[in-house]
């Protein structure tokens, strides 16, 4: 299957020309329903799931409210899901991690409607791409228990939840009065779908006389502009109809430049273009005031989200036909289209409007008191270049989304917004609205202060969401613990899993990164690659990812590739787009050809020896053995066509397992003999991302993690005996959709696994017992039973009286690096106990001054020579056999010292 990783929302610094597709014709009058399973498939090791603490990442182009039901608020995202928020502790839940890798297209999400009459059902229309990039067609879930099971109407067309115009809506509405009735409006000249039985069955509203006419782009040569845009939206009149009944009086907005909003009178039975309805525009969002009887209607010069440089917002008095231009700019002040509309239910006089797009200087977001007559703004204009704003923006949670600046006046970091197509007042309270960006979910819950002119904040809501696209993941035997290349934002160091980091990273600093490494022997020098056009495409650390520097770039260089550095960081390959293979001796500041390679060539080095690195391009691997000057072509095998990715193991020269392919040549396999002989893994159906972690208790090789088929069954596995044996890891619920693109475990905690998503973040799962044996009984000598006697039998009687293996440990104390008055080390501790250890402190005495001044996988506190580390709470579980390692760069005059002991939880190590 090809990669996902398709052109798609996010933050981006300048707008991105994207995505719409190939129109369909299939009709149909009804589509069965298809169940999905709703119990897990068991898994043979328990694992527990949670995502590493990004929050936001990716566009949000959908929030909606319950209309009879407090707190009852879902967000959609463009190919990340749906989500539902938890009242009690102000998360977000996500909705759809079942989606499997077959059909990974149903994370994106085109529209969800919650029904006012039972709040218990929820419905979303999935579909991620209209050409040939998504194989499936698109469906509408359904689901009696806010989005915690689902059933599944699959529809005979495909659905754009990463098109242009995603963020207009919402397509779906549920009747108010007779809930089984809910309306979708199609794109690609599908016209208005209709269900009578809760969402079981569809078919085409053949009365509804316009499908919608307004395409982007018709000759765009990708196939991506050229698709009709289709039904805009949908919302009913609930005051004429009786509950039980359907609703007579029906609204749609259709992407028709002279005829944008058709009602129906009675009861969809019949549909006539709105007299008088003004033109030029396409519908966005419409928003009915049904108490006053007012439309309000929001416009705009194109469908979003990343441009619309004019639009209109108007107001139709539903009683007499009487149109009015309420537009909050005119002129020159007029230089947007119109997104986010919303009004306040429990004053419906109130309403808001949000620039669908302005990137420079900001979006702009309006708010009347008087039906649109008046507006007032979030910003205005101060002495130039200020600007004086309504609001505080409090990115506390979330500090990354200043992007590492303030920003230059009259650009202020974090901004206000963009891409701002979703915005909801909440129906019971005034004072609480949210609105969606390119990268986070933001709003307020004293909204009311903006018109007693009172400063009101706007803090981060998004978390929960977490909805980036990974491209490449490492996680070193020591320093932070997991480093990330992600499209949109570049990537993040993450010190604590559970934390959201300060800052993406920075110098360079990217809208998209591509691949990272790091030295396997000098873990603290790292290398990434990326890039947006506007930096070097490669980035340098020697801190562990504490600081970085841009490096120089051979001629050609037109994006990021893949980077591999060696053993012992004193050499990068570096295999770019644009340009052939390079290599460099001076961390990235010189770079020379390579030969025998060819351009393109996905890159990786060997995680012992320093002189080798590997290459696959064309079905061919190649090794050189001078440091990456030269390659050899050793086997030709492998798969020619289709995703490649491999890794060489830890630990293990000349070991190498590479994944990939497509149709008949699509597996896995193996080299211990850097390339020479390859053997496949049979039990390997499909084989995609493949990575390496701490070795289970008691063995010697490290822990293999895919996301493959595996004898038939797709999913997440592990093998502690080298791919002898394979624990599928995760279950039915826990997919994500399409997880080719990288996966990796963890060196330090053995069964931690982090996975790479295509909208959902990074994904990492524990064992939920914390070691093998653990979870249902199924085909029991696999995984579980390996070498059952290692470990708990060693020493029987050494420990447990004193607690969980204080005395039973080890220690290495290594320092790593040294500079003028200062130095780097790492502390690892072994537990060769026979029991876990959880929780843990680690105390020394330094012997010649030093002072720590930044450490990472653990806190700590100083007094004079003493020290003491304490685990950081995930890692606080150290099973028998395992390790735990420590960073930390610190301050000293002269040269660094060796401690004498070391004591773990008061006890002291060998």
Known sequence: MPSVHRPRAGRSRTPLAMIAALATTASLTAVGAVALATAPAAAQDTYTWDNVRIAGG???????????????????????????????????????????????????????????????RVYAAVGTYTNDWDPNNGAILRSDDRGETWDVAELPFKLGGNMPGRGLGERMAVDPN?????????????????????????????AFPNPGDYVEDPDDEWGLLDDVIGVTWVTFDPDTGTPGSPTQEIYAGVADLDDPLYRSTDGGATWEPVPDAPTGYLPAHGVLDHEGDRLYLATTDSPGPYDGGAGEVWRLDT??????????????????????????????????????????????????????????????????????????????????????????????????????????????????????????????DELTNWDSDTTFDIEVKA?????????????????????????????????????????????????????????????????????????????????????????????????GGTVAVNADGSRIVWSPDGTGVHVSTTLGSSWSAATGVPAGARVEADRVDPDVFYAVADGTFHTSTDGGATFQARFDGLPAEGDIRFGAVPGHAGDVWVAGGTGDHYGMWRTTDAGETFEALAAVDEGDAVGFGAPAPGADYPAVYTSSRIDGVRGIFRSDDAGGTWVRINDDRHQWAWTGAVITGDPNVYGRVYIGTNGRGIVYGDLTDGGPGTGPTEEPTEGPTEQPTEGPTEGPTEGPTEGPGTADCTWDYTVTNTWPSGFQARVTVTNTGSEEVNGWDLAWDFTAGEEITSLWNATHRQDGASVVVSDSGWNARVAPGSSVTVGFNGLVDGEPGTPEALTLNGSACD
């Open 178 to 206: 007779d809930n089984s009735i809910v309306y979708f409006g199609a794109r690609g000249g599908h016209g208005l779908w209709r269900s009578t039985d809760f969402g079981a069955t569809w078919a085409e509203v053949t």
């Open 463 to 559: 978390h929960g969401i977490e909805e980036t696209a990974v491209n490449d993941l490492i996680s070193p035997p020591e320093g932070a613990p997991l480093h990330s290349a992600l499209l949109d934002l570049g990537g993040f160091t993450h010190e604590d899993l559970g934390t959201v980091p300060d800052r993406v990273f920075q110098q360079p600093s990217w809208g998209h990164g591509t691949s990272i490494d790091f030295a396997e022997l000098a873990p603290a020098t790292i290398v990434r690659t990326g890039g947006d056009g506007e930096e070097a495409a490669i980035g340098i650390s020697t801190s562990g990812g504490d600081s970085w520097w841009a490096g120089q770039e051979p001629g050609g260089v037109t994006g």
């Open 319 to 444: 009683a007499t036909g009487e149109w009015t231009d309420v537009s909050p700019a005119t002129g020159e002040d007029a230089y947007f289209g119109y997104g986010g509309l919303t009004i306040d239910r429990q004053d419906p006089d109130t309403l808001m409007v949000a620039t669908q797009i302005s990137w420079w200087p900001d979006i702009q977001i309006f708010r009347s008191t008087d039906r649109g007559e008046t507006w007032t703004k979030a910003w205005d204009w101060g002495s130039y270049p200020e600007r004086v704003t309504r609001y505080e923006m409090d990115i506390s949670t979330a500090p990354w989304l200043d992007w590492g600046s303030p920003g230059t006046a009259p650009e202020t970091q974090p901004k206000l917004g963009w891409m701002t197509q979703a915005m909801a007042i909440d129906p019971f309270d005034s004072d609480r609205f949210l609105y969606g960006t390119g990268a986070t979910v933001y709003g307020s």
């Open 58 to 120: 990716g566009f949000v182009p959908g929030i909606v409210f319950n209309q009879t039901e407090p707190d009852l608020v879902y967000a959609r995202t463009d190919i990340g899901g749906a989500y539902r928020l938890d009242p009690a502790t102000e998360r977000w839940t996500p909705l759809l991690d079942w989606v499997d890798w077959d059909r990974w297209g149903w994370t994106g999400v085109v529209s969800l409607a919650t029904d006012p009459v039972d709040p218990d």
